[in-house]
């Protein structure tokens, strides 16, 4: 493994460096007259169509840590390991639903983050806060699995992995990072947009020909499904059970796959990354057309699952990947025994490009939260729009260089671990950010005190999960009155039922509501509508119940 | 409670508005429902059911959701036009 292979090292290269240049000339690319404003920088100037919103969302959505721990799941035999399929299925139709009102009030109020909207619609300081901080804190560690992806193929090509030297071993790493870091800064939401055209070419270039080329060579799909049951269905030596489950059909997997993939599909909705996306787009139409086409990143995500049983018919490939004893390395060992090495580098480009897309997103999601809701918020109200950028590009070069410690400094159980509170975390903003889409029926203490037992319940509920290998946080499902489910899930209806029972107390003692800033047609406007003039009272009219 | 503007006849998309969320609706629950597909067989060219099935919900959410796009232009111009008129109407 020790010795990088030139060509796939060129190609490599070629492909970072036209990243590179790309990164840094998205600056100029579809420029502003007003710079300076962190609708340019931070949204991208709200200005995206159909396409590059398509291949924007996709690539934000669809990230390298997906690439290679998806189908790590299914090469170490989980129960839930498909779920992303469904779970990308689901996410569509709900986005089609929420996200449209939530791009329209956006658009209306110049709100950049979703904890902007909670702040308007609730009028509530400490609510907009906790979204704000679930958001970053959720979000790093997601930054910090990308940074793992790259770490995975940059060490199956033999670059500095077999050195004792911390430093040199994480020198591509180092370098990765900083040019990601630079071009973020310089470019804002621009350079992820133009590297995702880059990056998703490549993903469905190797997808196409790995699914084409590589079954054949390893026997066939027949083949490849009857060795993965074959594997799963043998008894561990180490736990005495079977190693693990090919298609679950007990009562409990079934449940833990479907509400993981449900649970999932919700969070994914109010992640910060996938609200920018969202926001960048300049009509709201385009989001609705989009939920009808990205669904191809789903078949391609889907095959690229299956890898993972590919590489398990591959004897070479399940050698080395027990010899290194991390699943996450199968499908990187199984491009680089079976590709000729030229398209190695291809598809280890594909993967590294395809973490920086989605790491950049983040690393601008998060900034703006900090930007908008904690700086501005508290500490400098009168902060002009050159300062909001300038704030928001310092931001998140320290958040990538968070994650980049993440990365190295701590094992990479805990990152994976921490990611997945992530997302049972950054469930809990779903009660205040999709029910105050359609109705402000909750109180906003309420919703505060909802989304801190969800919180509390969801942390605790995790570092109380074992397996037969660890103590604690041994995943994201749990046992409840003899069922499992996604703990996420849980947590949210926790969330929900600690809000609901609250606010008709707080109703009944009138506690003060807070002043609702939105007016209900801002939350179907359009731009081509004139702008909306001021109804005397706005109330939750025929529109709560509708879908749209 | 109820709307302060009521939107006059013919001009209500309520109708629309439910047929989309009736073809979203499928979507969203099949890919859920795992005992459907939990199953070997059938197979198709050597994928159990279990794999094929959901890889081929993706091709059908992308209908539905096409069709639930295309109604949704028409409802939303209509939702425009009878703001527009309501505008128009209402005491300046």
């Known amino acids: 493994m020790s010795d990088v292979s030139t060509v796939a090292f060129s190609v490599f290269i070629f492909f970072f460096l036209l990243v590179t240049i790309l990164g840094f000339a998205a600056a100029r690319w579809r420029r502003a007259e007003k710079l300076d404003h962190l609708d340019e920088w931070g949204l991208g100037g709200r200005s995206f169509g159909t396409f590059i919103a398509w291949f924007l969302i996709g690539g934000d959505l669809y990230t390298a840590y997906t690439f290679i721990a998806v189908p790590a799941l299914l090469y170490a035999g989980s129960a839930v390991g498909f779920f992303a399929v469904p779970y990308t299925i689901v996410v569509y139709p709900l986005i089609f639903l929420f996200m449209p009102r939530l791009w329209s009030v956006s658009h209306r109020h110049g709100y950049v983050t979703p904890a902007d909207f909670v702040q308007g619609r609730y009028d509530s300081r400490p609510l907009a806060l906790a979204v704000a901080l679930t958001g970053i804190l959720a979000t790093m560690p997601y930054i910090a699995l990308q940074l793992v992806g790259m770490q995975v193929v940059l060490e199956v090509m033999g670059l500095g992995a077999d050195s004792d030297n911390w430093f040199v071993k994480d020198l591509p790493l180092f370098i990765a990072f900083i040019v990601l870091a630079v071009f973020t800064f310089v470019s804002g939401l621009r350079a992820p947009a133009l590297i995702a055209f880059i990056k998703d070419t490549l993903v469905y270039l190797m997808i196409i020909v790995a699914v084409l080329y590589l079954p054949a060579k390893v026997g066939g799909w027949g083949h490849i499904f009857s060795t993965a049951q074959a594997h799963m269905t043998s008894i561990s030596p180490v736990t005495h059970k079977p190693t693990g489950v090919f298609i679950p059909t007990t009562g409990n997997s079934q449940l833990a796959f479907s509400t993981l993939a449900l649970g999932s599909a919700l969070a994914l909705m109010v992640y910060p990354h996938a609200v920018t996306a969202v926001l960048s787009t300049k009509r709201r139409d385009i989001i609705k057309r989009n939920m009808a086409l990205l669904p191809l990143y789903s078949i391609m995500l889907g095959f690229i699952a299956l890898l993972g049983y590919v590489a398990l018919a591959d004897k070479v490939t399940a050698a080395n990947v027990k010899k290194a004893n991390n699943p996450q390395l199968a499908v990187p060992y199984l491009f680089q025994h079976l590709f000729p090495s030229w398209f190695t580098g291809i598809a280890f ?98 919703l505060l005190a909802g989304w801190l037992a969800g919180m509390l319940y969801g942390t605790i509920a995790a570092y109380n999960v074992s397996t037969p290998t660890t103590s604690h946080w041994g995943g994201s499902v749990n046992t409840l009155w003899g069922h499992t489910y996604y703990i996420g899930l849980t947590a949210v209806i926790l969330n929900l039922a600690v809000s609901a029972v609250l606010t008709l107390v707080l109703r009944a003692t009138r506690v003060p509501a807070g002043t609702d800033e939105t007016l209900q047609p801002q939350y179907t406007a359009d731009p081509v509508d004139a702008p909306t003039p001021a109804p005397a009272a706005a109330v939750l009219g025929s529109e709560v119940s509708r879908g749209d | 409670m109820t709307d302060s503007r009521p939107p006059r006849p013919g001009t209500s998309t309520r109708g629309r ?76």
């Open chain 1, 349 to 446: 480009s594909a993967i590294v490009i395809g973490a920086l897309v989605p790491a950049a997103i983040m690393a601008i999601a998060a900034a703006n939260l900090f930007t908008r809701n904690i700086f501005k918020e508290f500490f400098k109200p009168d902060a002009s729009p050159r300062l909001e950028t300038r704030v928001s590009q310092w931001v998140s070069m320290l958040v990538k260089v968070g994650a980049l410690l993440f990365a190295i400094g701590l094992p990479k159980t805990f990152s994976i671990n921490l990611q997945l509170l992530g997302g049972i975390w950054i469930l809990q903003t779903f009660p205040a950010i999709v029910s105050g889409l359609f109705t402000r029926w909750f109180h906003r203490w309420a």
């Open chain 2, 17 to 92: 508005w439910f047929l989309i969320c009736l073809l979203l609706a499928p979507a969203v629950i099949v890919p859920l429902l795992v005992p459907l597909y939990d199953s070997e067989d059938p197979t198709l060219f050597g994928f159990p059911f279990y794999f094929w099935f959901q890889l081929a919900l993706i091709p059908a959410a992308v209908i539905l959701t096409g069709v639930a796009f295309a109604l949704a232009k028409g409802a939303d111009r209509m939702d425009r036009e009878s703001h527009g008129t309501r505008r128009g109407e209402g005491p300046r």
